[in-house]
């Protein structure tokens, strides 16, 4: 039996600058926990209206699943999807990553049971 060995794999060259831009990355962390520095602050604003409906269906899930499997209440997607009522800034944001991440979504809650 005879043992061939395997070529080395090569690493990548490391990009220029990547290790001075964890530096400074670093600094700036440590300078922010001193309170010597402030961070970049970003608002965020839910969408004004979400449709429910849509989303659900293109996961190709009931009303009843859709509320399973993303933590929500039947019978408040039924109200949403039937105009009794309408999703507030939470809510909003949430269907947002929803309808863009759904997988992301899933993997969290699963993570939090």
Aim: proline fraction near 9%.
């Amino acid at each position: 039996m005879t043992n061939h060995a395997r070529p080395a794999k090569k690493r990548a060259a490391p990009k220029p600058g990547v290790g001075e831009a964890l530096i400074e990355s670093f600094s700036e962390a440590v300078a922010w926990a001193r309170g010597e520095a402030e961070l970049p602050v970003r608002e965020y604003h839910p969408p004004e209206k979400v449709e429910v409906e849509p989303i659900r269906k293109r996961l190709g899930l009931t009303q009843a699943n859709f509320a399973r499997v993303f933590g929500l209440n039947v019978a408040t997607v039924r109200d949403w999807e039937q105009g009794r009522r309408t999703p507030e800034g939470p809510a909003r944001t949430l269907l947002a990553v929803i309808a863009r991440h759904p997988e992301i979504v899933h993997e969290v809650l699963k993570g939090a049971r």
